[in-house]
């Protein structure tokens, strides 16, 4: 490993493995697997035959995985970044759309940079995609990870983080004091000075923005953040005319163009309106004759089949997830090390004042499990 003389033959060699190999046996040496993992990737990225390895890379995941879809590996974000460099965005989704709640870095090896690594190319996937919302989750799980230092994926993460913050809610969003590292939350945003006072100048409008992307270009162009940045601009204006809609009926298209900041009049207004209208952020009509712009009421059917079916998914899955945080829980209370730490004290199932721990009939069973675990020490 590392000194690869032929990689074509390697990687042919690879692709075999990973898409014929038996899984059971591949779970059994999930360590070795992951190093050859990450040689193809460099592989890969040395010849630049990027969508070759999408489909082998994908069946090894499901393969280490095996029974636990949920299990995140090590070689995720190897997949997704694969993916990135070949732009397969779509493809990438198939594993990002698949919720992920365990690990096991002591079966393959996974490191703090891996998962790292993962939620911040997750992030750039949901973004090539146009789902910010997402995104925006996606680095700010990676900027929550308790750290010890700084990292130097978390900086970038923070960077892109503050440009979707913009995106999604139209300012930026503070992370939860509560869930982010003190070394994070001390020096993060001075090392992104460009960002935040990109932040600071949304609210002022579409000309402070264009100043400060001005000043900075040659930053936001090196960190690879300038089309978000545009679109951060982009979305500036389109705020500024979808504000229009609360207030009036009918208004002509030079109206919109002096109401949101906009250099090229008329016409640049009937861009963005035409876009935002197919993307479904405002219901309105052109009329081309006179140039003017009606807007029209949303009429959505919440009683349709369609509409239904989206909400009983979604009931589903939220009680999926709340059964897999229970199991979770249940295993936490049940491990022997939690009880020894957090309970050792306790004089026995009886708290110090002698009152009974208060426990759910659900729970019964966790309770004579941790009851007999104490009377075993």
Request: net charge positive; proline share 2%.
């Amino acid at each position: 490993m590392g000194d690869i003389k032929d990689h074509n033959i390697f990687m042919q060699l690879t692709r075999t493995l990973f898409t014929k190999g038996d899984g059971y046996q591949l779970r059994m040496c999930a360590n070795k697997v992951n190093k050859i993992c990450k040689q193809f990737k460099e592989s890969l990225l040395l010849t630049e035959s990027h969508i070759t390895g999408i489909l082998p890379l994908q069946r090894v995941i499901e393969k280490l995985r095996g029974a636990k879809k949920n299990l995140l590996t090590a070689n995720h974000a190897d997949y997704l970044l694969i993916c990135l460099k070949a732009r397969c965005y779509r493809q990438a989704l198939v594993i990002l759309d698949v919720p992920v709640y365990e690990i096991d870095p002591k079966n393959d090896g996974m490191t703090t940079s891996d998962y790292l690594c993962f939620q911040y190319y997750a992030g750039n996937v949901y973004c090539a995609m146009k789902k910010f919302d997402k995104a925006l989750e996606c680095y700010q799980l990676a900027l929550c990870m308790p750290s010890q230092v700084l990292s130097a994926i978390q900086i970038e993460a923070f960077k892109k983080y503050v440009l979707v913050s913009l995106l999604v809610h139209g300012e930026f969003v503070n992370l939860p004091t509560q869930s982010i590292s003190s070394v994070v939350q001390r020096t993060v945003e001075s090392l992104a000075g460009p960002y935040m006072e990109l932040s600071r100048h949304y609210k002022k409008g579409v000309p402070s923005l264009h100043v400060v992307k001005a000043e900075h270009f040659e930053k936001f162009q090196k960190d690879k953040n300038l089309g978000l940045v545009n679109q951060v601009v982009v979305s500036k204006v389109r705020r500024n005319i979808q504000r229009l809609t609360d207030t009036y009926v009918v208004l002509s298209l030079k109206e919109i163009a002096e109401s949101a900041d906009l250099d090229g009049g008329a016409d640049e207004a009937e861009f963005h309106v035409r876009n935002m209208i197919t993307d479904g952020q405002i219901n309105a009509r052109i009329n081309q004759r006179d140039g003017m712009l009606k807007f029209l009421i949303w009429e959505e059917d919440y009683a349709s089949s369609a509409m239904l079916n989206k909400l009983d998914a979604k009931i589903c899955e939220v009680m999926g997830l709340s059964q897999k945080l229970s199991n979770i829980n249940k295993e936490i209370l049940l491990n022997p090390m939690y009880i020894q730490k957090t309970m050792a004290q306790e004089k026995g199932p009886l708290g110090e004042e002698g009152k009974e721990r208060r426990f759910g009939d659900e729970d019964m069973s966790v309770k004579k499990a941790i009851e007999a675990s104490l009377r075993e020490q």
